[in-house]
């Protein structure tokens, strides 16, 4: 058996090609964990899965329940154990609520919040039958609050609080563990195309964060790692905000001027 915190254990993270999911595979593999991609861009996860020892890829659509079924006997079979689902596979429209088509609320929620739920419900009962296992979901600080033009987004992502919460009670008290965690502002490939476009952009957006930046998809890897963890043994049904002190604020708009 290999070394390190997630030593001999099958792990499966959903959007584990691009971004937040790619550092957390990373992460776990390097922590000795057997991880599974799982998500919907066969070349960019076929080429992570190779370049990580460990790791294999499956092409899934998570919001389609049978394939997201599947995902789980293949990293049973591969790995010959399940310990670690992490949902973080998302999709979304931003447009203001008038303007949303259905079709991009439906997808919104499929992709991001009812793919939690497949996610979960094909792997509990594996992880209540063995009496151990541990389950992070990506919400986001956008599930905490409102954000002109994110509806859906926001929707979906409150949802998966809540989701994990439940799921957490229900688990509680026979060795599984669930939670979420509530990133702000990360720049990944997402936040790339969608926000950043220029560079001066990133400095832009930066400034207006408490911490003066925007966050990186490790220090997102970092908690889900401790999540997953042992060290973790009695945290569950948490939503942990990872924001650079985005969500600090009362919403109130500044009234004194900055004094240094
Ligand atoms: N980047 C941020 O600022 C930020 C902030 C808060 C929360 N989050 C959350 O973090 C998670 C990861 O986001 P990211 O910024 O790393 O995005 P990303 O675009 O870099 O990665 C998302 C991955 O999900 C995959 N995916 C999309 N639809 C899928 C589907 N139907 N089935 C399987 N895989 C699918 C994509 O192919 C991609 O590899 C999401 O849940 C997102 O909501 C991100």
Request: hydrophobic share 45%; net charge negative; with cysteine.
């Amino acid at each position: 058996m290999g070394e390190g915190r997630l030593a001999g254990r099958g792990a499966i993270v959903t959007g584990g090609a691009s971004g937040i999911g790619e550092a957390v595979t990373r992460r776990f593999a390097a922590e000795g964990a057997r991880v599974l991609i799982a998500d919907v861009d066969a070349d960019r996860g076929k080429r992570v899965a190779d370049e990580i020892d460990g790791v294999n890829f499956l092409e899934t659509d998570v919001s389609q329940p049978d394939a997201v079924a599947a995902m789980v006997k293949a990293a049973q079979r591969d790995f010959g154990r399940l310990d670690i689902l992490v949902n973080n596979a998302f999709w979304t429209a931003m447009r203001r609520t008038h303007k949303l088509s259905v079709a991009e609320w439906r997808r919104t929620l499929d992709v991001t919040l009812d793919a939690v739920f497949y996610g979960m419900n094909a792997a509990l009962p594996v992880f209540l039958d063995q009496g151990s296992g541990a389950i992070v979901n990506t919400a986001s600080i956008c599930g905490l609050g409102a954000d002109d033009g994110m509806s859906a987004y926001n929707t979906a992502k409150a949802g998966v609080i809540n989701l994990t919460r439940t799921a957490a009670l229900e688990a509680a008290g026979r060795g599984v563990r669930v939670n979420c965690v509530c990133p702000g502002l990360i720049a990944t490939p997402a936040v790339e195309r969608g926000f950043l476009g220029r560079p001066e952009k990133r400095e832009e957006i930066g400034v207006q964060i408490p911490m003066q930046r925007l966050g990186e998809p490790e220090e997102i890897a970092n908690v889900a790692l401790f999540l997953v963890s042992d060290e973790a043994s009695y945290v569950t049904g948490a939503a942990i905000v990872v924001d650079g002190g985005t969500s600090i604020r009362s919403g109130v708009p500044d009234l004194i001027t900055k004094q240094g």
